[in-house]
């Protein structure tokens, strides 16, 4: 193999990022105290981002920071400033899940490289292509993916110009990254604010099949797919587990070090994976790449396997094996640690110390000598002790006023204790009294300073980022129209009760060739189609032969690539609800790349959170204020854990035609509806419906139009209000009629808007 495959490890504190970068990882992700996905990873002050990547740029490890959650409109101040520090860290690039901080970064923080986080969701053609127009250049490709899907992605992004990083080890969500509102829904801690209380691992009553973990998951290990990785075009091999310590990191990375080693020097593998079972793990499966997706996916413990696994390895069945083999492995752990700690102790990412020492006489330049006291990594080649010297450009001269004292020449150098040195002394015995110097020339030698103590990169100033015009609604008196969802030709008569725009819920999956949805829109142009989040492989492909066969005048797009495929053909998009829609940026990020003609504000966020957003011009603003809560959608089988399946694996014939429906009950007795669409993934609804009337009162002057969600998907054994009673309802309800809110509360006997009250 002579292509380089990057290997990138987890980084949740210091020492699993030391730990990472002497077993041999290329590079490390990791996050600050703010705007990461890994809330509960210890994280890393910025005076430790700093100190991290000075260490492993001195083992030639890349330093990549997670900025990977949906930002809120007062936070970007915050986050402006953010970025103002961070390019001049050194940083090599930084992960992003949000839509406005491409545009944020593209424009003035263009030193940044930006790495698209696996909270994009990116599984199409479209994504890929959309994903580089907005500043990617490295993609995150979906789990879910098998190796087929892998390398038709890869390969399209090297044609574009960008690199694609796969997981391969670690834990697996069961649902798609970025499309889960499980924890959001359910305890107010939102996946995409990094707050996940993982509801897949929790515990359920008993399923028909026996399971109290239905949703848990194996995690995943490609350990011995090597060959197929490379063949596949990946760039980078991703280890999961930022809340992981040092002893996990260091052996899964010094793992796939030796794998990738002997495949590029042999190109063979190793056979042997056993020093993974031996820290944390729930046992591994490959089938999500393998594209093979059945029940030995699943564990029904979301407990550490590892000392399971040692005892069916040694087929301890007797209590007196049993207790051996645990104390062999105990001691093996324990050596690991020892091991471990060992190794990382001596690195060091505290800051430099510095002392400064000012000398000079009349008629001779000002001298700045500058010591900064060696790193004390002892693991990698040591640094020597530094002496920078920097001489004024002119000489010094007696002064008879003002001359440069030792308070004026720390006012200007004070400013190098800061996040990368600490300022030990300044001296000054060997600068005669008396002596005058222009304070612009004394500026200019700490700018030769500081440029020296930046490895002679020069330094970039604070990018000032301009307050986004707030534009109102081209119609700024109008109350708000209303529009509604419907997703089957049965409920095509509703369109006849109102003049209101009506959208058509199109499938995640498709018959190749068939043509059942083209006719249904090409018969009813009032029909305005939707596209769902998720567009794999060939449901991606016949999306956008529906898109080129109907043409349609406009449509609501809740995936990038089919946006980027409408946006190409001259087609009128407005963004979807599930494309995590919570600041300015984002909706400027989609009309400036895509023309998008408006977007859908998330459901996530709450009244404060949403009021001070700047509509960009002539942009629509919308909001679903009736709707069943999706929890989580899956490329799995919900089934064959609960009620049970027959079919050994998943299959295109699943999607198509499964319509299955059942509910589980938590360990708090709540309910959830597993619901499964006809050409539809596996999905998971809580138990109440989305029902927020006080919106209608608080913002209607922000909004354009509210929308209604007719469909019967989530609804598992509920049963559905009249639909021509509902519109009526809410058609009464934007007039401003009375009783018509008392109306719709007694219908939708089953509702919450919690999340319109918590936010994120």
Known sequence: MTRKIELLAPGGDVNAIKAAIVAGANAVYCGLDTFNARNRASNLSFDELNGVIRLAHSYDCEVFLTLNVVILEHEIPSLIKLLNQLVNTGIDGIIIQDLGVFNLVKKYFPSLNIHASTQLTTHNEGQVQFLRKIGASRLNLSRELNLTEIKTLATLAHDV??????????????????????????????????????????????????????????????????PELVDAGVDSLKIEGRIKGASYVHTTVDSWRKQIDRFSQTGTILDDNSNLYKVFNRDFTNLFLKGDLKKSMFIDN??????????????????????????TLSAEKNDINAMVKAEIESLDIAKRHLTFEFAGKLYEPLTVTVVVEPAHDTGAQPTPLDTLVVKSAIPLMAAEKSPIDQDAIIKRFKGFNNAKFTVERFIFSQLEPNLRLPFK??????????????????????????????????????????????????????????????????????KKGGNKYIEILSNNPRLIPWFPAVLIGKDYHEAVRLLEAVKPKRIVSNNTGVAYRAFELGIDWIAGPFLNTTNSYALLTLKEALDCKGAFISNEINQQQIKNIARPENFKLLYSIYHPILMMTSRQCFFQQTVGCK?????????????????????????????????????IYNHEQFLNLDIVNDLAHLFDEFFIDLTDIGAGSKVMPDKAQLITHFQNLLKGAQGAGDLLHNMVNLSTHDQYTQGL
């Open 441 to 510: 020339e004394l500026s200019d030698i700490r700018k030769k300073v500081a440029l020296l103590l930046n490895d002679s990169v020069a330094l970039i100033s604070p990018a000032e980022v301009p307050t986004l015009q707030k534009h109102a609604k081209t119609q700024p008196d109008a109350t708000p129209s209303m529009s509604i969802l419907i997703a089957d030709e049965e409920d095509l008569p509703l369109c006849e009760l109102t003049a209101c725009d009506i959208y058509f819920k199109l499938p995640e999956s498709f």
């Open 161 to 226: 110009d960008a690199l694609t990083e796969v997981f391969v080890h670690g834990a697996l969500c069961i649902a798609f990254s970025g499309q889960c509102y499980s924890s959001s829904v359910s305890v107010g801690n939102s996946g995409n604010r990094g707050r996940c209380s993982q509801a897949c691992r929790a515990e359920y009553e008993p399923t028909a099949m026996g399971n109290k973990y239905p949703f848990n998951l194996k995690d995943n290990s490609a350990y011995f797919d090597l």
């Open 647 to 683: 079919k050994p694996s998943i299959d295109d014939r699943c999607m198509l035609t499964c319509k299955k429906a059942t509910s589980i009950k938590n360990v708090n007795g709540i309910s959830f509806a597993i619901d499964k669409q006809r050409g539809g993934y596996p999905s």
């Open 302 to 327: 979301p407990r550490d396997h590892s000392f399971t696994h040692a005892n069916e390895t040694n087929n301890a069945t007797s209590g007196v094996q049993i207790q051996q083999v645990q104390q």
